[in-house]
């Protein structure tokens, strides 16, 4: 699992275009790559939201957002369009991603366990190193505390 002061993994991922791309695309810049469970769906549309109306001051900042989940291309699109995110999305079918940042994790809802997404953000510095990690997001003020934090990076 990677930690405070690794270098980010550059695992492959599917942007919304389609293209195969890695982490190494956003270096120069810092990152928030936050990790979400499923387009459309109540918690995850409001961090998509909370994290747009906030682009502009992470722009300031010199800071990109992406967002991924394990939905398709053409779904992200829809979801984009839908809300007017202001940030790209990506998807990561094989897990590639999700697994290099441990965030491909077993749950368990009603005595059944399963493998999901655990809702997650990593903030990399412009040199492609982790400088900060939430785990097990709350929604709420999320976005706003990764926004301070990199303002301050």
Same mark, same amino acid.
């Given at each position: 699992? $990677?930690? $405070? ?18 982490? =190494? ?30 682009? =502009? ?45 441990? =965030?491909? $994790? ?30 097990? $997001? ?16």
């Amino acid at each position: 699992m $990677v930690q $405070v002061g690794d270098m980010a993994p550059e695992a492959a991922f599917e942007a919304m275009d389609g293209a195969q791309t890695t982490l =190494a695309a956003w270096r120069g810049r810092k990152l928030v790559l936050y990790f979400y469970p499923k387009d459309d769906t109540p918690g995850c549309t409001k961090e998509a939201q909370a994290f747009s109306e906030l682009a =502009a001051a992470f722009d300031a900042a010199g800071t990109a957002i992406l967002g991924v989940s394990k939905d398709s291309a053409k779904k992200h699109q829809s979801f984009t369009a839908k809300y007017g995110l202001s940030f790209p999305l990506a998807t990561d079918t094989d897990n590639a991603l999700l697994e290099a940042f441990g =965030a491909w $994790v077993e749950k368990s809802m009603y005595g059944k366990t399963y493998m999901g997404i655990d809702r997650s953000t990593f903030l990399i510095d412009a040199e492609g190193r982790i400088a900060r990690i939430w785990r097990k $997001v709350k929604v709420p003020g999320h976005a706003a505390e990764v926004l301070a934090a990199a303002q301050a990076l």
